[in-house]
């Protein structure tokens, strides 16, 4: 099956208001930049986004947070966006904070049908609140539910026509889990080739959990935090 679409506009035809949509990456590494802008062109709004954090105040996710496009983030570090701080302290955004693994294992539940789990992370905290939480093994543990989407947006390296995608290096991060838990997953790639081209033993997500895949361009790629130094004379 040829899964193929012309670029993001086209790809996300039918993405509505008030969608829930996972989005991959960590920081602005592994940012589906392409679909990104698209949401942002097409001016689609009230979206609840579940991804690790919303970008910084200018890019990644950041610029849809910038347009009053989402109405809430399920995410888990968010420190480098000045804009989530103000709409969230100012009640003009809803958050629902999780420890890292937590959010990661929500949605890998999420992929798996797989409803809830407990987990000791968290348990008697703040986190746990109005959550059921039972003891095992002597360890009190909180359960935590399953997240998933209408739409998954995912940015990989590679990808086949069939949706068979490759991630690379730190890239990876949440999106495969990610990729899994959309009932659309739509990839944008930085090389599309043809069925057979990729080792099946590289494959890190299998087609079938891609509904919809186009050749991204124009990256920015930017860095988040620039850290450099004096070189030696």
Request: aromatic residues 8%; glycine residues 12%.
């Amino acid at each position: 099956m040829n899964k193929v679409f012309a670029n993001a506009t086209d790809a996300i035809f039918d993405l509505q208001d008030g969608a829930t949509v996972l989005f991959s990456g960590f920081g602005l590494c592994g940012n589906p930049e392409n679909l990104i802008a698209a949401i942002h062109a097409r001016g689609t709004k009230d979206l609840t986004i579940i991804s690790n954090n919303c970008g910084t105040t200018n890019d990644g996710l950041g610029v849809l947070l910038n347009a009053k496009q989402v109405k809430k983030m399920v995410s888990s570090y968010v420190g480098e966006n000045k804009e989530f701080e103000r709409q969230f302290l100012g009640g003009e955004l809803e958050v629902e904070l999780n420890p890292q693994g937590t959010l990661a294992q929500r949605i890998r539940a999420g992929g798996a049908g797989i409803p809830a789990f407990f987990t000791p992370t968290g348990a008697g905290t703040q986190v746990a609140e109005g959550k059921e939480q039972r003891e095992f093994n002597g360890k009190l543990c909180v359960l935590e539910t399953a997240l998933h989407g209408q739409f998954a947006f995912v940015k990989a390296w590679k990808g086949d026509r069939y949706g068979n995608l490759v991630y690379r290096k730190t890239a990876q991060n949440f999106a495969p889990m990610i990729a899994t838990a959309g009932k659309i997953t739509i990839a944008e790639v930085e090389h599309l080739v043809e069925p057979g081209e990729i080792d099946p033993d590289h494959v890190h997500t299998p087609g079938i959990y891609v509904q919809r895949i186009f050749q991204g361009k124009d990256w920015r790629k930017p860095i988040e935090q620039r850290t450099t130094r004096k070189r030696s004379t």
